[in-house]
């Protein structure tokens, strides 16, 4: 089941590199990460706390906050454009329209005073030059396609009235109001009871089978992306450190991170006997924070297959196989 | 209810409504059914396992049982007394043998303590160990959750998640408690660093015979952690059994719904889409009648709807509450 | 291994031994309201304590200069109507606006903080009788409590010190009051309770801790306003008693002559505006600083 059937990337992302200003000087949250995105396929980008994702994604349609934050380097290649470089016309001509962002907090993401239907429409009308009655009707659809039960009651109520997963719900809805060619979803669930969480992903596969959007999922849930996901990226302290088919990753990850990160997973599809408990495998140490110097692989304090070279070169990327690559100089002593 | 051995712990029809008021008055013009009728025990040296989703009431039943709650109606009882019959001095010692640990590392300790001023307190207030001794106790209490005793003067803001996690389950450790109630305790911590904490409290279990009733919404820590699983509901236990048997062979339709909605990491098993519970968990406020899940159980019959099931023992140490197994 | 990792994790913290306070003051240092309004009071303290001491003249004194003299090299503020130095009466007027700044502070702050803590620990109705009452007094204007306090007991220094002091308690009762529910409700007052602590060792050793921080920020800046009000009090005849050189006695004394000798209205004003000012910077600049390292604390 080969989504992405068409090699010609639909963004594509190279050398990027954000860096914060504060007050304990000056540190880089995401450095030279480069990966591309393929239509109609959902792309996971996947990591733990501090690791970049979320810079990442907010990068890709400009909404790092500046002073603090800034683009240094980098190329965002979407249509054959480099977004970096858009004005602010063209800037807004994108977000919500050609690219589209959903958050993990649904609440703080839809506005508390205006109702639904008029955040909604305002999407369309801005993006869209038709008229006030289309719009609700375009809307109407849509919330029908996310199932919304009642979509004509939902349109003139508020934001509080309804529950998380509606929210989300709406918040999906809102984001391909204007048919977008990519989605990027930051943590969606996360915040979601897990039932609730089935819901969402159920629905979120199911739309894009019916419009062919492109999904950029970032979440630390590996769980998720197991099941969601096509093509997985791994980052770890700001650094892509492994990139690969889904499935490939999970069953032969060639990093050990990704490896060490699969492997400290409780399951339930892993029932041992009760009083012999398998200890969970430990990644001793903690992720580093971003204005620790760091001079050699990233991981190298915690990397189980640490040698001399590690701890001074940095490792570049090595092709493990077609579309899988990882950067680590032990990638063949895993396991 | 009854395990083989003497339970060290049993809670017996808890109930907790909480009124809710509006106006200038304060008039109550309704209750929200935190806990609906819960009962269990819990045995030394297991661990309990209590799971659901928002508003299934499992950490009020935490926070009741360390007595930060008081609930409505209802028995605890430690060791065969009631915990609510205590007075001042037993519920000193009470506190000797339950202790709590909390979900959210950042704010579950005092930012202008010293962490080990943090952990050497309840040994102050309990005056369990001689003051020049305190400090050679903190060190050995450092040591055992993983953490460097030259830490000792360090403040909360400079350690990591997980490291303040370790202080939490230091400061929980120092009494020696027989009971320790885990209230999410690894649900704010990155991945690598729950498996960390996990197998910490899994050591501590086996050296210190600690029992555990581990809170938490995330079915596979629950169910590595775990010796039975409690599945609760809009403040009900909905199925409880030893852990193997409830995850492989569930009886009641929520467990079944909510071990299918859980996301598993391995792709190479297809995604299921089967089974997926539809509409969203009802407010605890003016629950729904009967049975609380039959808004949305997918075998639901009249008879969920106006009456509420029982838990019973339906096979050997195996409780369902549902009219229909 | 565990071990050696874990003092790993130490360095990429600070490493000074007393880390939270050392921090805290490089920050304050930094900080450019901090240093402006504190250089503006320290050199108010600095006159207030020396000032007497090398002051050129006697403050009440009357005479040692003609009458309404304008600023001139042997009296650099010019004189008043009584022929009294203004540069020696305002610098002895430091000292009394600090000795009312500090002993109205303390009154209403102590008061309010007890109050406040009271109200926010018990919980209940008496929170509920407590602030409905603190609500009641807040309603009315502070000054017109100073006033009615100081005319039913006799306008005199000390009466106006406290009765300000009292029309200040509303105002530090209802933000201890609120800063106790917060931290009353975080896990960490919870994990305490948990462990056995009694209800002193809550409120001393977990509460008050917490709650000092943002009761600095509004100390600093009630500072401002209890000097305004004495001030204004003095002005209104109800304060400082001649020949008692308190800021705002000096403009009520002089205000006849604003127009014939505006710098005997200018001086004392300008000392009663740049003490307000460096208070208030000094406030903004702490509650600044304290804001954003909570919030970093807890990340």
């Known amino acids: 089941m080969n989504k992405a059937s068409n090699k010609q990337p639909i963004l594509s992302i190279k050398n990027l590199r954000v860096i914060f200003s504060g007050e304990f000087g000056e540190a880089a949250a995401i450095n030279d990460v480069s990966f591309d995105l393929f239509p109609k396929e959902t792309l996971a980008v996947v990591g733990e706390s501090g690791c970049?994702?979320?810079?990442t994604a907010l990068s890709i349609l400009r909404l790092i906050q500046s002073p603090q934050g800034k683009i240094e380097k980098g190329l965002i290649e979407f249509e054959g454009k480099n977004i970096l470089k858009f004005d602010t016309r063209s800037l807004y001509r994108l977000r919500g329209n050609k690219i589209s962002m959903i958050f993990q907090e649904p609440m703080t993401s839809l506005n508390p005073v205006?109702?639904?239907?008029?955040?909604?429409?305002?999407?369309?009308?801005?993006?869209?030059?038709?008229?006030?009655?289309?719009?609700?009707?375009?809307?109407?659809?849509?919330?029908q396609l996310v199932q919304i039960p009642d979509p004509k009651n939902c349109l003139k109520q508020y934001?509080?009235?309804?529950?998380?997963?509606?929210?989300?719900?709406?918040?999906?809805?809102?984001?391909?109001?204007c048919d977008p060619k990519v989605l990027i979803a930051d943590e969606p669930t996360t915040a979601l009871d897990v039932t609730i969480q089935a819901q969402i992903l159920d629905l979120m596969l199911e739309i894009q089978e019916k419009l062919g959007t492109a999904i950029i999922l970032i979440t630390h849930d590996l769980a998720v992306v197991a099941n969601t996901a096509d093509r997985v990226v791994v980052m770890y302290a700001g650094k892509i450190v492994e990139e690969g088919k889904v499935k490939e990753i999970y069953n032969n990850p060639r990093h050990p991170y990704t490896h060490g990160l699969l492997k400290s997973l409780p399951r339930l599809?892993?029932?041992?006997?009760?009083?012999?408990?398998?200890?969970?495998?430990?990644?001793?140490?903690?992720?580093?924070?971003?204005?620790?110097?760091?001079?050699?692989?990233t991981f190298a304090p915690r990397c189980p297959l640490v040698t001399e070279r590690c701890r001074i070169e940095e490792p570049p990327f090595k092709s493990v196989s077609n579309e899988h690559r990882t950067a680590c100089f032990e990638w063949e002593n895993i396991n | 209810m009854k395990n083989k051995l003497k339970p060290l712990l049993t809670v017996k029809d808890l109930y907790m409504h909480f009124p809710i008021r509006r106006g200038l008055f304060q008039k109550t013009v309704a209750h929200g059914h935190a806990v609906d009728g819960v009962s269990f025990d819990i045995a030394s040296g297991e661990t309990l396992g209590l799971v659901g989703e928002s508003g299934c009431g499992k950490t009020t039943v935490g926070r009741i049982i360390v007595r930060l709650q008081e609930p409505t109606t209802?028995?605890?009882?430690?060791?065969?007394?009631?915990?609510?019959?205590?007075?001042?001095?037993?519920?000193?010692?009470?506190?000797?043998?339950?202790?709590?640990i909390f979900q959210d590392p950042y704010s579950s300790l005092n930012p202008r303590m010293t962490a080990g001023a943090i952990v050497s307190e309840p040994m102050i207030i309990h005056n369990t160990v001689p003051r020049n001794e305190i400090n050679n106790e903190v060190k050995k209490l450092f040591d055992r959750v993983g953490l460097h005793s030259e830490q000792i003067d360090r403040y909360p803001h400079e350690f990591s998640g997980g490291q303040r996690q370790r202080?939490?389950?230091?400061?929980?450790?120092?009494?020696?408690?027989?009971?320790?109630?885990a209230d999410e305790p690894v649900s704010a911590l990155d991945v690598s660093i729950q498996a960390q904490v996990v197998n910490l409290l899994t050591d501590l279990q086996r050296d210190f015979q600690l029992s555990y009733i581990f809170i938490s919404h995330d079915i596979n820590v629950v169910g590595y952690i775990s010796t039975r699983i409690a599945v609760m509901y809009l403040g009900q236990i909905m199925e409880l059994a030893p852990r193997r048997k409830i995850l492989t062979t569930p009886l009641h339709p929520y467990t079944e719904s909510l071990l299918n909605s859980v996301p598993i990491p391995n792709p190479n098993i297809g995604y299921k889409r089967i089974k997926r519970l539809k509409g969203e968990v009802p407010s605890s406020i003016n629950p729904p009648s009967g049975c609380p899940f039959h808004t949305r159980c997918p075998i639901a019959e009249k008879k969920c709807s106006i009456e509420k099931p029982i838990l019973r023992e339906i096979q050997n140490n195996h409780f369902v509450a549902c009219h229909l197994r | 291994?565990?071990?050696?990792?874990?003092?790993?994790?130490?360095?990429?913290?600070?490493?000074?031994?007393?880390?939270?306070?050392?921090?805290?003051?490089k920050r304050m240092i930094r900080n450019s309201s901090v240093r402006i309004g504190g250089c503006i009071i320290l050199f108010f303290i600095l006159i207030a304590i020396f000032g007497p001491l090398i002051a050129p003249y006697d403050p009440t004194k009357l005479g040692v200069a003609k009458r309404l003299l304008s600023p001139t090299w042997d009296f650099p503020f010019g004189s008043d109507a009584l022929g009294r130095d203004i540069l020696t009466r305002v610098m002895f007027g430091a000292r009394i606006t600090l000795y009312i700044g500090i002993v109205s502070i303390s009154i209403g702050l102590l008061?309010?903080?007890?109050i406040g803590i009271f109200a926010g620990y018990a919980g209940g109705w008496v929170q509920a009788v407590l602030m409905r009452s603190v609500d009641f007094l807040y309603t009315f204007p502070d000054i017109l409590i100073a006033i009615g306090l100081v005319a039913f007991f006799g306008p005199s220094l000390t009466n106006t010190m406290i009765a300000v002091g009292i029309s200040l308690i509303p105002y530090y009762t209802r933000v201890t009051y609120s800063v106790t529910l917060v931290e009353r409700n975080k896990p960490y007052f919870e994990a305490a309770q948990a462990i056995g602590a009694g209800r002193i060792r809550l409120i001393l050793r977990h509460l008050l801790p917490n709650i000092i921080p943002p009761i600095i920020v509004v100390g600093s800046l009630g500072f401002s306003a209890a000097v305004l009000s004495a001030a204004a009090l003095s002005f209104l005849g109800l304060g400082a008693m001649p020949p008692t050189p308190e800021w705002g006695k000096m403009l009520a004394e002089n205000r006849d002559y604003i127009l014939l000798a505006p710098w005997v209205l200018l001086f004392p004003g300008l000392a009663i505006m740049l003490t307000v000012l460096g208070f208030n910077i000094l406030g903004d600049g702490i509650r600044d600083l304290l804001d954003p390292r909570l919030r970093k604390d807890i990340r």
Do not use: W
């Open chain 1, 52 to 55: 970049g994702k979320t810079v």
């Open chain 1, 114 to 143: 205006l109702t639904i239907g008029r955040q909604l429409t305002e999407v369309l009308i801005f993006h869209q030059n038709i008229t006030e009655k289309e719009a609700k009707n375009k809307t109407i659809e849509m919330l």
């Open chain 1, 159 to 177: 934001p509080h009235q309804l529950s998380g997963g509606m929210r989300q719900r709406i918040m999906i809805a809102m984001a391909l109001l």
């Open chain 1, 269 to 297: 599809d892993n029932l041992n006997e009760n009083n012999k408990k398998i200890r969970l495998t430990e990644m001793p140490g903690i992720v580093p924070s971003i204005y620790t110097k760091r001079i050699g692989c």
């Open chain 2, 74 to 100: 209802g028995k605890v009882l430690l060791e065969g007394k009631n915990v609510f019959d205590f007075n001042k001095k037993k519920l000193k010692t009470f506190k000797r043998n339950v202790q709590i």
């Open chain 2, 167 to 181: 202080l939490s389950i230091a400061r929980a450790l120092s009494l020696n408690p027989k009971l320790i109630v």
């Open chain 3, 1 to 25: 291994m565990r071990k050696s990792i874990n003092h790993a994790n130490i360095k990429s913290f600070s490493e000074s031994n007393s880390p939270k306070t050392r921090s805290v003051f």
């Open chain 3, 111 to 114: 008061s309010g903080l007890i």
